[in-house]
């Protein structure tokens, strides 16, 4: 059992208070956020936690295993160094950082301190991409050709403008960085690397001053292509098929809807799936329901409990889907074909 802090009290950082409540595995004991409302004070004392005045105060306590970083996009590299600075193991939510240089230096930062590091690429861990995962692995979906994704929520039609999710420096490209990234990972984890780029975005029905719609054509470093789509303005969906010259296969879904329940954004993220061979008829089942947030933190408590054991995804992927967000950003702005450098 380790003990952790959740940094940033959001409905993100909350959800992910519950999601390891009664865990054999992590405790959460303590928090910090930026604005202390009573509505947060509240949750604190109903889920036990300790506030503390700031994120340095979190660093400085000897109680504290582990931090867990429910924060703006833009601040993960510095928590991640400082962290790494007080001997603390960290579980950091997606994207890791905005840019490849940040993400080199925390990566760097970790491993000198041999603390673990996790990013919340939480959606690795469902059954149904473990399963796809072997399929690909044992060649049942023959030469691999193409994987593509669709990510949409209405999250954009209800957002505060003034709240940092609206800010385009910490969510370019609308639905990229909260959604789009869960996709990226898939692809490195299930293709290897992503070579390079091409991406248009825009807006169409947002109130905000945000893109809404974002298409990105990919070619990884093996050869197969890629497609992934976000919308921010549109009904909540989640699509993620992967072909080959086998067969291919088709996970659905839904993203986090801003207000749905804590137990739908836990455990409702994977709904229908279906396999169409080359030859025979398709197979259509349901994916079972999983907290994948609990499971993620679990294996990260797991590593740091081992003393600053390897996470299940590999921190050359980790820097690789942000290269590759950053390339996609690049192209969005020249209309170009970017690298991923």
């Known amino acids: 059992m380790i003990n952790a802090a959740i940094v940033g009290l959001g409905w993100w950082g909350k959800t992910l208070v519950e999601s390891a409540e009664n865990s054999d595995a992590i405790r959460f004991v303590a928090g910090a956020t930026r604005t202390v409302t009573p509505e947060i004070e509240a949750f604190a004392k109903q889920k036990r936690l300790r506030l503390a005045t700031d994120y340095q105060a979190l660093l400085a306590d000897k109680d504290l295993d582990a931090v867990v970083l429910a924060t703006p996009h833009s601040m993960h590299a510095a928590q991640v160094i400082a962290a790494a600075a007080a001997k603390k193991h960290v579980y950091c939510e997606k994207p890791f950082t905005l840019t490849k240089r940040e993400a080199e230096d925390a990566v760097a930062a970790v491993r000198k301190a041999g603390v673990a590091l996790a990013v919340g690429y939480n959606r690795r861990f469902h059954p149904e991409m473990v399963k796809l995962r072997d399929m690909i692995r044992r060649g049942e979906l023959g030469?691999?050709?193409?994987?593509?994704?669709?990510?949409?929520?209405?999250?954009?039609?209800?957002?505060?403008?003034?709240?940092?999710?609206?800010?385009?420096?910490?969510?370019?490209?609308?639905?990229?960085?909260?959604?789009?990234?869960?996709?990226?990972?898939?692809?490195?984890?299930?293709?290897?690397?992503?070579?390079?780029?091409?991406?248009?975005?825009?807006?169409?029905?947002?109130?905000?001053?945000?893109?809404?719609?974002?298409?990105i054509l990919v070619r990884m470093k093996e050869g197969m292509s890629g497609y992934l789509g976000t919308m921010t303005t549109t009904g909540p969906g989640f699509s993620f098929q992967v072909f080959g010259s086998k067969g291919w296969l088709r996970l659905e879904g839904v993203t986090h809807v801003a207000g749905a329940s804590s137990e739908e954004r836990r455990t409702r993220l994977f709904g229908t799936c279906k396999f169409q061979p080359t030859k025979g008829e398709a197979k259509v089942w349901q994916a079972a329901r999983m907290d994948i947030s609990r499971v993620a933190l679990e294996t990260f408590a797991k590593a740091a409990a081992a003393g600053g054991g390897a996470y299940p995804i590999p921190l050359d992927q980790v820097i690789n889907c942000v290269a590759s967000t950053e390339a996609i950003i690049r192209s969005a702005a020249s209309a170009k074909v970017e690298r991923v450098i």
Do not use: Y
Request: aromatic share 6%; glycine share 6%.
């Open 143 to 215: 030469i691999i050709l193409h994987v593509e994704a669709t990510m949409t929520f209405p999250n954009a039609l209800s957002i505060n403008p003034k709240h940092w999710r609206a800010d385009k420096a910490e969510t370019p490209l609308g639905g990229l960085m909260p959604m789009g990234v869960h996709a990226i990972d898939g692809m490195i984890d299930l293709c290897g690397p992503i070579d390079h780029v091409f991406a248009q975005s825009f807006r169409r029905a947002a109130p905000i001053d945000a893109d809404d719609t974002t298409s």
